[in-house]
C-alpha cells in the first residue's frame, strides 16, 4: 500500500535531486527516507531512481511519478485546508508569499489591519522573487502569493487588487521641470539601472521601455531597490520606480521623478492561488483587507 509519507519523501527527492538535501527538507535521517523510497519502488514493481554516487537521476517513470506525487500532495493539503477552516474565515495558518517589490512597502499597511480583523490567523510570509512562489504556491508550500499578474497558468486563480503607476527617478538637478512628461521609447538604455535577472520588475521595465536595444542597456543589476535608488541620486543613472515604493524610496532630495506620457506604465498587482484550493473566501477576504488598506478614505 502507497502511504501519503513515501509520496512526499519521493516529491522532496525529486525537488532536491539529493538524498541527504532531501532528508533534511523533510525532517527524517537519510537511511530512513531511502527506505521509504524503497518500499514506494517494490509496491509499484519499477524503478524511480538512478542513484549515482554525487547525485540522483529520476528515471522517466520516476519523472512521471514524481508529477502525479506532487498533485496527490496538493490535493491532500487541500483536503485538509478545507476540514480545518470549513466555516471560518481567515483562522489558523496561512502561508503568504510576496515578491520583494511590494513586500516592505505594502507589509506595513496590510498587516495592523489584517490581525485586528481577524485575529485567530497565523500568518507565515515568504518572501522571494515570483518564479520561485509560483513554484511553491503549486507545490502546496504557499497557500496564496501576492506579486505582479499575470502569474501562473490555468492551475491558478488571481484577483486583481491595484493598479501600480511606474514613475521615472532621476538625478534632481536645478533646471529639471517636475512637470515634465516623459515617453518611454525615449529612455536611454545605458542609463536605466534595474534589479538583476529574475527580478519581474526589471523584465516589467524592459518590456516598458521599448526603444532598448540588448547592446544599449546598463549591465548593472542591484538585488534591491534600495541600491538603485542611491546610485540614481549619485547620479549613475535612472530607473523606473513603483509608485507604491516611492514613499520609502525616494527620502533624498537628489532624487526626483517624473511621471510618463499617457497611457502611463504600470503593474497590475493581485493575489494567486490554486484552483484547487478550499480557501477562496479566505483569499478574497485578505484581498479586501489589502485594497481597504490601500484606500486613502480610510
Same mark, same amino acid.
Given at each position: 500500500?502507497?502511504?501519503?509519507?513515501?509520496?512526499?519523501? #519521493?516529491?522532496?527527492?525529486?525537488?532536491?535531486?539529493?538524498?541527504?538535501?532531501?532528508?533534511? &527538507?523533510?525532517?527524517?535521517?537519510?537511511? &530512513?527516507?531511502?527506505?521509504?523510497? =524503497?518500499?514506494?519502488?517494490?509496491?509499484?514493481?519499477?524503478?524511480?531512481? %538512478?542513484?549515482?554516487?554525487?547525485?540522483?537521476?529520476?528515471?522517466?517513470?520516476?519523472? %512521471?511519478?514524481?508529477?502525479?506525487?506532487?498533485?496527490?500532495?496538493?490535493?491532500?493539503?487541500?483536503?485538509?485546508?478545507?476540514?480545518?477552516?470549513?466555516?471560518?474565515?481567515?483562522?489558523?495558518?496561512?502561508?503568504?508569499?510576496?515578491?520583494?517589490?511590494?513586500?516592505?512597502?505594502?507589509?506595513?499597511?496590510?498587516?495592523?489591519?489584517?490581525?485586528?480583523?481577524?485575529?485567530?490567523?497565523?500568518?507565515?510570509?515568504?518572501?522571494?522573487?515570483?518564479?520561485?512562489?509560483?513554484?511553491?504556491?503549486?507545490?502546496?508550500?504557499?497557500?496564496?502569493?501576492?506579486?505582479?499578474?499575470?502569474?501562473?497558468?490555468?492551475?491558478?486563480? /488571481?484577483?486583481?487588487?491595484?493598479?501600480?503607476?511606474?514613475?521615472?527617478?532621476?538625478?534632481? /538637478?536645478?533646471?529639471?521641470? %517636475?512637470?515634465?512628461?516623459?515617453?518611454?521609447?525615449?529612455?536611454?538604455?545605458?542609463?536605466?539601472?534595474?534589479?538583476?535577472?529574475?527580478?519581474?520588475?526589471?523584465?516589467?521595465?524592459?518590456?516598458?521601455?521599448?526603444?532598448?536595444?540588448?547592446?544599449?542597456?546598463? /549591465? #548593472?543589476?542591484? /538585488?534591491?531597490?534600495?541600491?538603485?535608488?542611491?546610485?540614481?541620486? &549619485?547620479?549613475?543613472?535612472?530607473?523606473?520606480?513603483?509608485?507604491?515604493?516611492?514613499?520609502?524610496?525616494?527620502?533624498?532630495?537628489?532624487?526626483?521623478?517624473?511621471? #510618463?506620457?499617457?497611457?502611463?506604465?504600470?503593474?497590475?498587482?493581485?493575489?494567486?492561488?490554486?484552483?484547487?484550493?478550499?480557501? =477562496?473566501?479566505? #483569499?478574497?477576504?485578505?484581498?479586501?483587507?489589502?485594497?481597504?488598506?490601500?484606500?486613502?478614505?480610510?
Amino acid at each position: 500500500m502507497i502511504t501519503l509519507r513515501q509520496l512526499r519523501y #519521493f516529491e522532496a527527492l525529486a525537488r532536491h535531486r539529493h538524498f541527504g538535501r532531501a532528508a533534511e &527538507a523533510v525532517a527524517v535521517s537519510q537511511p &530512513a527516507l531511502s527506505m521509504q523510497i =524503497k518500499e514506494l519502488e517494490t509496491t509499484l514493481g519499477i524503478a524511480l531512481v %538512478e542513484r549515482r554516487p554525487n547525485a540522483v537521476r529520476l528515471t522517466a517513470e520516476g519523472e %512521471e511519478i514524481a508529477r502525479r506525487a506532487s498533485r496527490i500532495l496538493s490535493e491532500t493539503r487541500d483536503l485538509i485546508d478545507y476540514g480545518r477552516h470549513a466555516g471560518e474565515v481567515l483562522t489558523g495558518t496561512l502561508r503568504l508569499g510576496i515578491i520583494p517589490s511590494i513586500a516592505p512597502y505594502l507589509l506595513p499597511r496590510i498587516l495592523p489591519a489584517l490581525t485586528r480583523t481577524y485575529p485567530n490567523v497565523d500568518l507565515r510570509i515568504r518572501e522571494t522573487l515570483t518564479e520561485a512562489l509560483v513554484a511553491e504556491l503549486k507545490q502546496g508550500d504557499l497557500d496564496v502569493i501576492l506579486a505582479a499578474l499575470p502569474v501562473g497558468g490555468p492551475d491558478l486563480e /488571481t484577483r486583481l487588487l491595484f493598479a501600480d503607476r511606474f514613475l521615472l527617478a532621476v538625478r534632481a /538637478t536645478p533646471e529639471l521641470d %517636475e512637470r515634465q512628461r516623459v515617453d518611454p521609447a525615449s529612455i536611454d538604455g545605458g542609463s536605466l539601472l534595474l534589479l538583476e535577472e529574475g527580478h519581474c520588475l526589471r523584465d516589467q521595465a524592459l518590456n516598458y521601455c521599448e526603444g532598448l536595444r540588448p547592446s544599449t542597456r546598463s /549591465t #548593472f543589476g542591484a /538585488t534591491s531597490l534600495s541600491t538603485v535608488m542611491q546610485m540614481v541620486a &549619485a547620479g549613475y543613472g535612472v530607473t523606473l520606480l513603483p509608485e507604491i515604493c516611492a514613499p520609502l524610496e525616494v527620502r533624498d532630495d537628489r532624487v526626483a521623478l517624473l511621471r #510618463f506620457t499617457e497611457p502611463q506604465p504600470r503593474r497590475s498587482v493581485g493575489l494567486a492561488w490554486r484552483r484547487s484550493s478550499p480557501r =477562496k473566501q479566505d #483569499f478574497l477576504a485578505l484581498g479586501d483587507c489589502v485594497t481597504a488598506a490601500l484606500d486613502p478614505a480610510n
